[in-house]
């Protein structure tokens, strides 16, 4: 049981590149979501997935695209990277049932956009 | 809407001393608030959570937090400081109405003065 997995787990881009981060879970969970954590500003929510076949968007998602492949596969995709999108992205998952809205994190991408 | 506040962004403490890291949250609905901790270049590793049933949680690595409503606190202690908690750590509450969202505060770095 690996939990949440997340690649890369480092990237550089430069400006106008793009990419996709890739994320999965192998805990059945219905939710995943993705976040990027920047220095003071604790961590903000870009997208989420509450369920297979659906994304919504959450605090930040101007600058990126999200696909929910599966319910174990939820990628984030930068289409065109900017420097202000140099950062560190984790993913997370949860059953979403009551008693059960724990999030689980995975480790962690970090992003260089020069 | 609900949202998190945590006092200080950096604490410092002896080694042996109380750890005593703060958490004020808002919410419209009865809050769901949680304690994640994260070690250097690592995910978010849950500490504790708080879900309306006992008011004093008990969690990892022998930290506490207390739910107090009239105070809208979920303060964290541990009444001796250990070398291996240096970390980051972060409250949130969650939002089950709207996919399980998570809103974080901003983090508090622990620091452990031998």
């Known amino acids: 049981n690996a939990g949440v997995t997340q690649t890369p787990k480092f990237q550089v881009l430069k400006t106008g590149q793009s990419m996709t981060l890739q994320c999965a879970q192998d805990m059945n969970h219905n939710s995943m979501y993705w976040y990027r954590q920047d220095p003071g500003m604790g961590l903000r929510l870009i997208y989420y997935?509450?369920?297979?076949?659906?994304?919504d968007k959450g605090e930040v998602p101007n600058g990126y695209n999200v696909s929910r492949l599966n319910k174990r596969e939820f990628s984030l995709r930068l289409e065109s990277a900017a420097p202000s999108q140099t950062s560190v992205y984790f993913c997370?998952?949860?059953?979403?049932?009551?008693?059960?809205?724990?999030?689980?994190f995975g480790p962690g991408t970090r992003l260089l956009v020069l | 809407a609900q949202s998190v506040t945590q006092l200080g962004s950096h604490v410092s403490v002896s080694e042996g001393a109380l750890v005593l890291l703060r958490c004020n949250y808002s919410?419209?609905?009865?809050?769901?608030l949680f304690w994640y901790v994260q070690y250097p270049n690592q995910g978010l590793q849950l500490l504790l959570k708080y879900t309306s049933a006992a008011t004093l949680v008990k969690g990892i690595n022998g930290f506490e937090a207390e739910f107090k409503k009239s105070e809208t606190s979920f303060h964290l202690t541990k009444p001796s400081a250990h070398m291996s908690d240096a970390a980051e750590y972060f409250c949130?509450?969650?939002?089950?109405?709207?996919?399980?969202?998570?809103?974080f505060g901003t983090g508090t770095s622990l620091t452990v003065i031998p």
């Open positions: 949130a509450v969650s939002d089950p109405g709207s996919g399980n969202q998570f809103y």
């Open positions: 997935s509450a369920s297979e076949g659906t994304t």
């Open positions: 997370a998952s949860t059953l979403s049932l009551v008693g059960q809205e724990t999030q689980y």
């Open positions: 919410s419209s609905v009865p809050p769901y």
